[in-house]
């Protein structure tokens, strides 16, 4: 069976740091671009951070940049993203998910998709 198993959320206060972990097995993990997405209460889900498969190209959109980065650990087949000066408004539940090869922000072309982390940063 397919499985991406986030972990690492929790509670932290602003400008606090945290490091969150995706664990993949059952698919050919080196072949797949990994994201990180977040949805927050009553907001759209949104692209947080991606590696792809590749050549490692890491891709952030503006709200991470800066802040957060990303890496792979073929060998464990593991995903990291650490989050560092985290404000209230990254507040949300974090998801990794799969996607052939390339990164794209567009969350349509993933494959895959984990449960999800709840990260809480308090003010």
């Known amino acids: 069976d397919v499985q991406l198993q986030a972990s690492g959320g929790g509670l932290v206060q602003a400008g606090g740091s945290l490091r969150l972990s995706c664990v993949a097995s059952?698919?050919?993990?080196?072949?797949?671009?990994i994201g990180w997405f977040r949805q927050a209460p009553g907001k759209e889900r949104e692209g947080v951070s991606c590696?792809?498969?590749?050549?490692?190209?890491?891709y952030y959109p503006a709200s991470g940049r800066g802040r957060f980065t990303i890496s792979r650990d073929d060998a464990k087949n593991t995903v990291y993203l650490q989050m560092n000066s985290l404000k209230p408004e990254d507040t949300a539940v974090y998801y990794c998910?799969?996607?052939?090869?390339?990164?794209?922000?567009?969350?349509?072309?993933?494959?895959?998709w984990g449960q999800g982390t709840l990260v809480t940063v308090s003010s």
């Open positions: 998910a799969a996607v052939w090869r390339a990164c794209t922000v567009r969350s349509d072309p993933y494959d895959y």
């Open positions: 059952g698919f050919a993990f080196n072949d797949y671009a």
């Open positions: 590696i792809s498969s590749t050549d490692g190209s890491t």
